[in-house]
């Protein structure tokens, strides 16, 4: 079974600006000793990660993921030899809360450059617990309150959407699929290399730069793409786009079932049926590293299409990119047909 665990409030209560109290400054001669070929030895947990430690590290860093093409990471189980090579890394990058297995060897591996990417945003409750808004009964639009930028987002919230979004304390981890979000996960990483690294402090300065400007430019084109469109609501088989929704005022419904291949109730795909008719919603999005089944049972049950919406966990040749820009501008032109944009 696919069980999801989020992370708890309190490892976010805490974050201090950036996150950067975890990491202390390591000498040129232990990146050195420690690297491949002098190359800074990096250890990221998946691929969000492995992309900001690519881009951002350059030529300066070899990089290791600890989850394979392919892999669903939140099922991820760690051999010997990788836990070893995450105690032997210079500095490692991952996002406690989505790998358990992760978290439990990175605490314990004792590496002093260990950065944890929710600690360099803000994370969000897309549950029926969180505080700040008036959740009333499913089905209900409810209106955002953090404040993007002045848009007035919305976004659905079901019990069932397959994280449990919602458990007293839980927050969504989902942080890199807003690229508003994942720029400034990037922009703390960039200052942990530089701290971590700091001979190529320059460069890793520079790379950052570069990244930030790509993602500010996935975001104005989501936001010019998506501002007019039919109806506003997406149905899902994954819950993972809650930030996403929420940044341009979109309203994400997720099916019922913790296992995400798991099929829906009778009554839940009734609920998804109504909702579609009143919502004008037209798809029913599943995921690349999941089966189409569940997304192919409601669709036939309630008269809509199915469509791939990549939740971006991992890369393969099913993807529809090469690497994180490009699945992001195939998930907003998936988005554009789904939504009826003018």
């Known amino acids: 079974m696919n069980v999801r665990r989020l992370i708890p409030a309190t490892a976010v209560a805490g974050a201090v600006a950036l996150g950067l109290t975890a990491l202390s400054a390591c000498s040129t001669s232990d990146a050195a000793d420690g690297g ?44 010997p030899r990788q836990i070893g090579s995450i105690s032997e890394s210079d500095y490692v990058l991952y996002l406690k809360g989505i790998q358990p297995a992760v978290d439990d060897a990175i605490k314990q591996s004792g590496v002093k450059n260990t950065v944890d990417a929710a600690t360099l945003t803000t994370l969000e409750n897309h549950g029926s617990e969180v505080s700040g808004h008036d959740h009333g009964h499913e089905g209900e639009e409810h ?52 701290k971590a690294d700091p001979d190529h402090a320059a460069d890793y300065e520079k790379n950052t730069k570069t990244l930030v400007a790509e993602l500010d430019k996935l975001n104005t084109a989501y936001e010019s793409g998506l501002k007019n469109t039919a109806t506003k609501t997406f149905i899902t088989t994954h819950s993972a786009f809650g930030y996403l929704a929420e940044r341009y005022g979109l309203t994400q419904q997720g099916i019922a079932g913790i296992d995400p291949e798991a099929e ?3 009554a839940r795909i009734q609920e998804i049926h109504t909702i579609a008719e009143k919502e004008k919603a037209t798809t029913v999005f599943f995921e690349t590293l999941a089966s189409d089944r569940t997304a192919k049972t409601v669709a036939k049950d309630t008269g809509l299409k199915t469509g791939v919406l990549d939740p971006l966990e991992g890369i393969t040749d099913k993807s529809r990119g090469a690497d994180y820009i490009e699945v992001m501008e195939s998930n907003l032109t998936a988005l554009q047909k789904a939504l009826g944009a003018k």
Not at 179 to 184: D, L, R, S
């Open 36 to 79: 491949d070929g002098g190359k800074l030895k990096v250890t990221a947990s998946f691929y969000p990660m492995q992309f900001l430690a690519e881009r951002i590290g350059g030529e300066h860093v070899a990089v290791t993921s600890l989850t394979k093409p392919g892999v669903e990471p939140h099922d991820l189980e760690l051999t």
């Open 143 to 194: 209106a955002d309150e953090h404040g993007h930028e002045g848009e007035e987002a919305h976004e659905e919230h079901s019990e069932g959407d397959g994280h449990n979004h919602g458990e007293e304390g839980g927050a969504d981890p989902h942080i890199w699929l807003d690229p508003v979000k994942y720029a400034e996960v990037a922009k703390g990483v960039g200052k942990s290399l530089e």
């Open 264 to 266: 829906p109730s009778p």
